[in-house]
T-cell receptor, first 112, second 116 residues
Framework: GENVEQHPSTLSVQEGDSAVIKCTYSDSASNYFPWYKQELGKGPQLIIDIRSNVGEKKDQRIAVTLNKTAKHFSLHITETQPEDSAVYFCAVPARGYSTLTFGKGTMLLVSP | NAGVTQTPKFQVLKTGQSMTLQCAQDMNHEYMSWYRQDPGMGLRLIHYSVGAGITDQGEVPNGYNVSRSTTEDFPLRLLSAAPSQTSVYFC???????????????FGNGTRLTVT
């Protein structure tokens, strides 16, 4: 099955700094790359996604970049704020319709 | 619009007991799925459904049963609970995009299950 590696597992930054989380995947046929944010006690929520025909996508302070040749994609958060503190998951499509294989998650801590 | 609702929020079971985790969505989504989340393991797919009457196994299906009799509901059954099933369980739903492309998963807030 699809294998997804996510790094780092924890990331601590100061408010205002940038944060980058990277994922690598094994199946070159993957064509959809979402990122989810999970706050304490809640379910994951989609924050941004990218499809394989695009190299970069931005939404305000967050962006995702995709390198299909190297089979990796990254989440970039600029001007981090304390409310960005959460666990972030990357994912790629699994074998079933509308199912995903998730990375193991990155705990981001933004200190004021 | 409640989205995806999971009940109960917390449950403690003894080894060998059975129970059903409930999941309901009010968005008329065709696709529904169950994931379990364990520390350091991310989310792993248990079972999924592409519509009423159709279910299939995911990555970690052993010990779990599902059925989908309506579009709205997708219960997860543990027939004989084991300590290894201690986890947080998430239900998700999504729609069929007109383009056929993947659409976002909408998650419930989870059920925290402890098996002693």
């Amino acid at each position: 099955g699809e294998n997804v590696e996510q790094h780092p597992s924890t990331l601590s930054v100061q408010e205002g700094d940038s944060a980058v989380i990277k994922c690598t995947y094994s199946d070159s046929a993957s064509n959809y790359f979402p990122w989810y944010k999970q706050e304490l006690g809640k379910g994951p929520q989609l924050i941004i996604d990218i499809r394989s025909n695009v190299g970069e996508k931005k939404d305000q302070r967050i962006a995702v970049t995709l390198n299909k040749t190297a089979k990796h994609f990254s989440l970039h958060i600029t001007e981090t704020q304390p409310e960005d503190s959460a666990v972030y998951f990357c994912a790629v499509p699994a074998r079933g319709y509308s199912t995903l294989t998730f990375g193991k998650g990155t705990m981001l801590l933004v200190s004021p | 619009n409640a989205g995806v609702t999971q009940t109960p929020k917390f449950q403690v079971l003894k080894t060998g007991q059975s129970m059903t985790l409930q999941c309901a969505q009010d968005m008329n989504h065709e696709y529904m799925s169950w994931y379990r989340q364990d520390p350091g393991m991310g989310l792993r797919l248990i079972h999924y459904s592409v519509g009423a009457g159709i279910t299939d196994q995911g990555e970690v299906p052993n010990g779990y049963n599902v059925s989908r009799s309506t579009t709205e509901d997708f219960p997860l059954r543990l027939l004989s609970a084991a300590p290894s099933q201690t986890s947080v369980y998430f239900c998700a739903s999504s729609y069929i995009a007109p383009t056929g492309q993947d659409s976002p998963l909408h998650f419930g807030n989870g059920t925290r299950l402890t098996v002693t």
